[in-house]
């Protein structure tokens, strides 16, 4: 197949990394496109904006993808022969360093590249001035106080800089923190001159941005039904062909793996948006409970739809901020009872070092939390699994001293000759490092406090971001409520009695900080019905209850026979902050999916 749109006008634009730290196949795919137009790089996530503090802090010419800079020495001048466009976040906490070591890496190769940036994200100095104003921060989630200082503070600016860039004539813009989804709808903003009054093509433009963001999530990458997708290894990068009205169609690669039907895209559409209804982005709103998805071809969806509304007055900050030392130990054990004796070691571990503490007059942990891989801990009680011969121990602590953390991370080897037999090591890795405990604060800054700022070569352009429409309420009425006592509105057919929930759905998950997003989407219609009648928030909450702390809200999108199932304080805090194995809940989905239908 091939990525042309349907229609006689469409701008192709390719997805090639979905994080820090994805393949590098995806450039070269998407380099081999017929008529593509750009290419854009998702690095960043809240985490990601805590790492670049860290390197910050050890180099100040660092705190952007070091290794961005390498694959553009290769991809670039390709790219530019080609009429290709690059448009990547990849600048993170120091957009202009980044720029500077790609002018310096291209050099001979590329002397004459136009390198946009798009900075100004930077919000340090906007929460001093508010807090010497005497104005209360507050995060958007725990609602706790704001801490003493921050390490980082950045807000996620829109799409219309990176816009201003590609009309100034630049061959790659770099961005630090904007929303993800910006990437995409400042290439189509720029093509087709939208303005902020074009709200539901704006929608749409962020739906295509939001399909690709996150790389081969849109190709069959963390599809439920994992089996049918063919190829992993040279699973295909996301191709959007968006059309002037914002409809477009997903495609991918000729000859690559992967699959693209309705059911791999819905799941991507509903990945980390919460509200349907109400995705609040900086340049719009969307709603994407009105989009359709249909099947045109193999391996080809078109999706149109999405409506939006004026965005609000504010822009999202993400700060970062230490709270003492974080480590975790790995321990493998082998042999009879492998699991028992794997808990013991751990709880000894724990005990042994609490009492050198009290000894040294030094506090106990801060946190401190095992568990054995593989026992499906994070089932809790409808956990079935018994580990037999082998098992992994986990072993996570946070502590406000140093030199406790390091006691902690050299008492872990000693249980090779001290405690259980089978115990084989900590897989040849030594100690384990003490790292600083960063955590996240978000909280909601006037857009007047912030002003993007875009160069061309380290020229600055005069921009000022466009007057918006007038802020609309962003109230939900898709909120689905329901009670565990109420009766079945819908009947559990005979034929699934004893069925679990993936045998009628399809399911995936993602975070934003310490709540939990999963997307639940229908197998076939028929089964509609019956979820409206399964997915109330009170069985999700009691099935869930001994990792969802929180509330459970669950919205509604019957045009494509799905939910969005979005739970607060489910991670443990969630990123730095949570001690689990999955710090970022990418398997809750599939712990939902465990749930009977009866349940």
Partial sequence: MTTQSTTTKAIHIGGASGFWGDSSIGTFQLLNVPGLNYITYDY??????????????????????????ELMKRALPVAKAKGIRIIANAGGLNPDGCAKALKEALAETLPDVKIGVVAGDDASSTLAKLRKEGVELKDQHTHMAAPPFFLTANAYLGAFPIAAALDAGADIVITGRVVDSAMTLGA???????????????????????????????????FTDWELVPDWANIGYPVVSVEVDG????????????LINKAVAT??????????????????????TTVSIRETGTNRVRIEGATGKAPSELYKVCATYPEGFRCIGLL?????????????????????????????????????????????????????????HEAIVRIAITHSDKKA??????????????????????????????????????????????????????????????????????TSSSTKLGSINEPLPTPLPAALKGK??????????????????????????????????????????????????????TFELPQVHAFNVVMQSALDGGGMSSMRNDPLGKGMAQILLTMPLDF
């Fill in 44 to 69: 960043l996530a809240e985490l990601t904006m805590a790492i670049m503090a860290g390197m910050r802090m050890k180099n100040p010419e660092h705190g952007y993808a070091l290794d961005f800079v």
């Fill in 188 to 222: 189509l903003i720029h093509e087709y001159k939208w303005t902020p009054s074009h709200l539901n093509e704006m929608a749409q433009g962020s739906l295509a941005g939001h399909i690709i963001e996150c790389g081969a999530q849109a190709t069959g990458g963390l």
């Fill in 247 to 258: 409809s477009f169609e997903v495609s991918k690669p000729e000859g690559t793996g992967g």
């Fill in 267 to 288: 799941e991507q559409m509903l990945y980390e948006i919460s509200d349907p209804a109400n995705y609040a982005l900086p340049d719009v709103v969307c709603d994407f």
């Fill in 332 to 388: 493998s054990v082998v042999g009879f009872n492998a699991e028992a004796k794997a808990r013991r070691t751990a709880e000894a571990i724990l005990d042994r070092t609490r009492a050198m503490f009290k000894s040294m007059n030094l506090p106990d942990y801060s946190r401190a939390y095992y568990e054995v891989i593989g026992s499906e801990t994070e089932l809790g009680p409808h956990r079935k699994v018994q580990l037999g």
């Fill in 405 to 474: 953390a390091a006691i902690f991370s050299k008492e872990i080897a000693p249980a090779g000759t001290s405690f259980a037999p089978g115990t084989s090591g900590n897989f040849g890795m030594g100690r384990p490092n003490v790292t600083p405990l960063v955590k996240l604060f978000s909280c909601f800054v006037s857009k007047n406090d912030i002003k993007p700022k875009v160069t061309i070569n380290s020229q600055a352009l005069e921009y000022a971001e466009p007057q918006h429409p007038g802020s609309t309420d962003q």
């Fill in 500 to 553: 679990q929930l993936i045998d009628i759905a399809h399911g995936r998950s993602g975070d934003k900080g310490n709540t939990s997003n999963v997307g639940i989407v229908a197998r076939n219609p028929e089964y509609w019905p019956l979820l409206q009648s399964i997915l109330t928030p009170e069985r999700v909450k009691k099935y869930l209850s001994h990792l969802v702390k929180g509330e459970v809200h």
